[in-house]
């Protein structure tokens, strides 16, 4: 019994001493490449000499450190990812003879390639992707011959790709995205047999084909060339690519055709994205052969001919996006019964055909955009069917009959634009559509009343009913909608026209409507002459609606016939389109759908309502609503709101994106959580530190200097209130609504701020006097 106890001590007080010298060694490399480095979170304070080391191998649980499972515990890998790190990657790490994985994405590490660390010997990946790594990428690339992983995506890195990156044979994963890099790519590719991902999107300056070489890599699963400077066609090799899933080319320069052969070889395909090119020629045949394809994308090119039925053999198909094409032809009926399809975009094309009644199987539809087309038949039954429908639109084809009484019974229905068809009948009662923004059913033969039920839609901001043939009146409840737009003119409506209708917004739009009657018309209401009380309220309303805002909806108008004139050249209307300028993980149809009642913050003003909402991950935003006047192509619009964008002040609240559609402006701020200096101001028992009133004047004055004097371009604020000043949890204020005049053109801008003022009498600093009425309060 001794004796066997004996020889365990004597092995484990061995293996003891062993793993104490390669701890200490092992923990000690740690510090000293942890002290290289720059942590102000103290992400890395675990990482300490221990004065009781117990366990032995204590440095295994510092943060980010794996270590192998048995000893000597040796480190195998770290991954300090998102830490805030930065300072010097020192080669000291490769003391660490085991370590195989090294992840440092998403830091601050601000420096060349770190080429020392190619003195790690078992080092197999190397993530740095995410930090502000600059300089070009060196011939000495190749001494990192024993990764499979480099992922050096998102940096600075500029300049060619050099040859000698050819010699790092072993390569699984190549990602070199979102960076400077420039010129051709060299024809090397071929040597990365092994490769599984490669990814070289997002280099804006790369000038260079598609090599033939990347046809040679049989193992490849991803290849992602979007978004950067590719040119000429699509090489004939690529039908070697039999491992291929995911294909992206979106966005560059190609031309030629897209060819069947190759289509025909990628059997494993999931998604095929090419939009956005100058392709030209027929729709291949062959799609199906890979059974799991999920997204096809193929819009904005030149592509022409007709899409082969074969489609509807996709099975697994979601999206199909052939939009801003030249296709023609019948369009493709089996594919509007697909199980799983759930986005379908066809518009700007000359197809035929109708939408059959069996939609109804399509259960995951969400999206369906097929305007501008000569699309006929009946809207299906079928179609109302689908619980899952968010948005149809389909004007702009030749659509008749009557709209099926089920039409918007998709709970999550959003938007419906059935303009410029032939359909006739009424307008039926939509009672189901609770969540329905925008609804455009102008220029068909519809007949009958404007529904009632429409005005309990709480969300619906624009309503276009012009150019049908509706009779009776425009109802009194439209009041209580939160209507952006509303347009009913040439109908033959009758009757009194809602005062709050005519009042700012909605920009209402009555004319050729001969029986329409009442403040703002032409005509005056006959029944007129009422008692005494009705009169006061008459005068009064005069007073202050007519005087006060008859200008501003005559600036609203012209800017409105501005925008409409305008926009008659631009293409894909009606569509969203969101800039982001931080990750915010949500699309336009989320935020649109949160904005309702509950999220409505306060009053807004005049510029329009705020909604405040919460992110998939928690956060709070703020989500301004602007009408878009139409002022400002998307582009420009875009660099407009960038500039506001790029502010960074802490006085200055964030501006994180926008989005817009023709008609609105969705501008997104930081959630600010003490709401505003006028809500704290007009709170009845308010009372407020001096220190707290001293604080929030020279944070303001401070905001301020930034944004007239220190900030390029120079911004005005326009519109500094007590309304637009923010305060955080502590008082520090922040300033908001600022160079609006931007965002929604001069002419609109002046319109908003003076029936502001009317009821207000305060004027902001940066407003021009001439436009000041006479005010006496
Ligand atoms: C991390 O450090 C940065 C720089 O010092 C600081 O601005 C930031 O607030 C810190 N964040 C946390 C969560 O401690
Ligand atoms: C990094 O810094 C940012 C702000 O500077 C902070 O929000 C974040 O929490 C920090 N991350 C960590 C891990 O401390
Ligand atoms: C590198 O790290 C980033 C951030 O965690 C991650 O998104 C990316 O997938 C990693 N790259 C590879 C090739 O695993
Ligand atoms: C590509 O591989 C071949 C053969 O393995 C080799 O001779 C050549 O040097 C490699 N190219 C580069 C650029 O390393
Ligand atoms: C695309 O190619 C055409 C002609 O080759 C050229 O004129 C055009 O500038 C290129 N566009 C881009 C974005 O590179
Ligand atoms: C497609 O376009 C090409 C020219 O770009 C033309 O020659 C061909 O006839 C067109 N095909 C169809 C079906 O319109
Ligand atoms: C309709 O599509 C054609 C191309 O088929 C395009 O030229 C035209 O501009 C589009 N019209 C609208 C209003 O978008
Ligand atoms: C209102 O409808 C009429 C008739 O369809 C149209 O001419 C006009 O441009 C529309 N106005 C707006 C602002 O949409
Ligand atoms: C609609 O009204 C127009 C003109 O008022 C008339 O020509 C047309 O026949 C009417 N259409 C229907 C379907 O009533
Ligand atoms: C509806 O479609 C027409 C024609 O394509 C377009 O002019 C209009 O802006 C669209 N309306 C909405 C609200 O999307």
């Not at 966005?251 to 289509?263: A, C, H, P």
């Amino acid at each position: 019994m001794a004796a066997t106890r004996t020889f365990p001590l004597f092995l484990s007080a061995a293996l003891h001493v062993f793993v104490l010298c390669s701890a200490s060694s092992e923990a000690d490399t740690l510090l000293s490449f942890k002290s290289s480095i720059e942590d102000p979170n103290h992400s890395l304070s675990t990482w300490s000499h221990s004065s009781s080391p117990s366990p032995a191998h204590y440095y295994c649980n510092w943060a980010g450190v794996s270590c192998t499972a048995n000893p000597p515990f040796q480190v195998t890998a770290l991954n300090l990812q998102a830490l805030n790190l930065s300072g010097e990657i020192s080669a000291s790490v490769c003391e660490l003879r085991s370590l195989s994985y090294l992840n440092l994405a998403d830091n601050l590490f601000n420096q060349p390639i770190p080429l020392e660390l190619s003195l790690c010997t078992s080092l197999e990946t190397l993530n740095l992707s995410n930090n502000l790594i600059w300089g070009t990428v060196p011939d000495q690339i190749a001494l990192f011959s024993s990764l499979k992983v480099l992922d050096l995506s998102r940096n600075h890195i500029e300049g060619k790709i050099p040859d000698s990156i050819g010699a790092l044979k072993d390569l699984q994963v190549l990602n070199l995205g979102s960076n400077l890099l420039s010129g051709n790519v060299p024809p090397i590719f071929g040597n990365f047999t092994e490769l599984v991902v490669l990814d070289l999107s997002e280099n804006a300056y790369l000038a260079s084909e598609i090599l033939g070489d990347f046809g040679k890599l049989v193992r490849l699963e991803q290849l992602l060339l979007q978004r950067s400077g590719f040119h000429g066609g699509i090489p004939d090799s690529f039908a070697g690519l039999q491992s291929l899933a995911i294909l992206d080319l979106s966005q560059n320069n190609l031309t030629g055709g897209i060819s069947q052969t190759v289509v025909a070889s990628l059997k494993n395909l999931v998604s095929f994205d090419v939009s956005q090119n100058r392709l030209a020629g027929s729709f291949p045949d062959g799609f199906c052969g890979a059974k799991g394809l999920i997204e096809l994308s193929l819009h904005t090119n030149l592509l022409n001919g007709s899409v082969p039925e074969s489609i509807h053999e996709c099975l697994n198909l979601e999206k199909f996006q052939i939009q801003n094409n030249d296709f023609s032809g019948e369009f493709p009926s089996g594919l509007w019964s697909l199980p799983k399809i759930k986005v379908v975009r066809a518009e700007n094309n000359r197809f035929s055909g109708d939408i059959p009644d069996s939609v109804s199987m399509a259960t995951k539809l969400e999206q369906v955009q097929i305007d501008n087309n000569s699309f006929t038949g009946k809207i299906p039954k079928g179609l109302g069917l689908v619980k899952s429908l968010y948005r149809f639109s389909g004007s702009l084809n030749k659509f008749e009959g009557e709209i099926p009484p089920n039409f918007c019974d998709s709970p999550v229905m959003s938007i419906v634009n059935l303009s410029h068809n032939a359909l006739s009948g009424q307008i039926p009662e939509l009672t189901k559509c609770r969540r329905l923004v925008s609804l455009a059913l102008a220029d068909n033969s519809l007949t009958g009343e404007i529904p009632l039920s429409l005005a309990d839609l709480s969300v619906l901001t624009y309503l276009d009913l012009s150019a049908n043939n509706l009779t009776g009146p425009i109802p009194q409840q439209f009041q209580n909608l939160k209507l952006a737009l509303l347009n009913v003119s040439f109908n033959q409506l009758s009757g009194r026209v809602p005062y709050a209708l005519v009042s700012g917004l909605p920009a209402s739009f009555l004319q050729g409507n001969l029986g329409l009657c009442g403040p703002g018309l032409s005509t005056p209401c006959l029944d007129d002459q009422p008692s005494r009380h009705k009169t006061r309220i008459t005068t009064l309303t005069y007073a202050l609606i007519s005087v006060a805002f008859g200008v501003g909806v005559l600036i609203v108008a012209a800017g409105f016939f501005v925008y409409h004139k305008s926009s008659k050249q631009k293409q894909q209307r009606g569509v969203w389109r969101s800039v982001f300028f931080y990750p915010l993980r949500v699309t336009e149809q989320d935020l649109i759908m949160g904005m309702d009642e509950k999220t409505a913050a306060g009053g807004g003003g005049a510029f329009g309502r705020v909604y405040v909402l919460s992110l998939p991950s928690g956060e709070l935003i703020a989500v301004k609503k602007l009408v878009n006047f139409g002022i400002h192509s998307s582009k420009a619009l875009k660099s407009e709101i960038k500039t506001l964008a790029k502010t960074r002040h802490k006085s200055i609240a964030k501006i994180l994106g926008f989005f817009h559609s023709d008609e609105s402006i969705f501008v997104i701020y930081e959630f600010v959580p003490g709401g505003s200096l006028a809500d704290l101001l007009f709170r009845p028992n308010f009372q407020l530190q001096w220190s707290f009133r001293f604080r929030i004047a020279i944070g303001v004055a401070q905001g301020l200097a930034y944004l007239h004097k220190d900030y390029v371009p120079r911004l005005l604020h326009r519109n500094v209130k007590s309304s637009n000043i923010l305060l955080d949890t502590e008082f520090n204020p922040k300033l908001t609504d600022f160079a609006l005049d931007q965002v929604v053109g001069e002419a609109a801008f002046q319109t908003i701020v003076v029936s502001e003022l009317a009821s207000s009498c305060y004027s902001a600093p940066g407003f021009l006097r001439s436009f000041l009425p006479k005010c006496s309060c």
